[in-house]
């Protein structure tokens, strides 16, 4: 199970760090990503993370903006988002791939667990 939380209402340049706290499975041996849902557009890798190497991608969009990270002592991702824009607005969900997978995906449907979203508002 993944907890996803830290979403809220943040003004164009501010910064947000959502969390994702997971049960019933480690991250530390998983695939981790954020992905987001912008209203009536469809779901979009946003970062992720493997858990063999630990390297991280970003989508293009993000550049440079967002860090992907883990805390394997609280088993918890988060995501810190800097310079936001109003773009930038969605419901993030964070995800996981199955057990022993250690490939990064950009497509929601290569992920089994997911979180139940934060909202993330960003004003002009």
């Known amino acids: 199970q993944l907890q996803a939380s830290g979403g809220g209402l943040v003004q164009t340049g501010g910064s947000l760090r959502l969390s994702c706290a997971a049960s019933g499975l480690t991250v530390s041996t998983r695939v981790m990503a954020w992905f987001r849902q912008p209203p009536g557009k469809g779901r979009e890798f946003v970062a992720g993370m493997t858990w063999s190497d630990s390297s991280a991608r970003n989508a293009e969009f993000v550049k440079g903006r967002f860090t992907i990270s883990r805390d394997n002592a609280k088993n918890t991702v988060y995501l810190q988002m800097n310079s936001l824009q109003p773009e930038d607005t969605a419901v993030y969900y964070c995800?996981?791939?199955?057990?022993?997978?250690?490939?990064?995906?950009?497509?929601?449907?290569?992920?089994?667990?997911w979180g139940q979203g934060t909202q993330v508002t960003v004003s002009s």
């Open positions: 995800a996981a791939r199955g057990g022993l997978i250690t490939v990064l995906s950009d497509s929601p449907s290569q992920y089994r667990s």
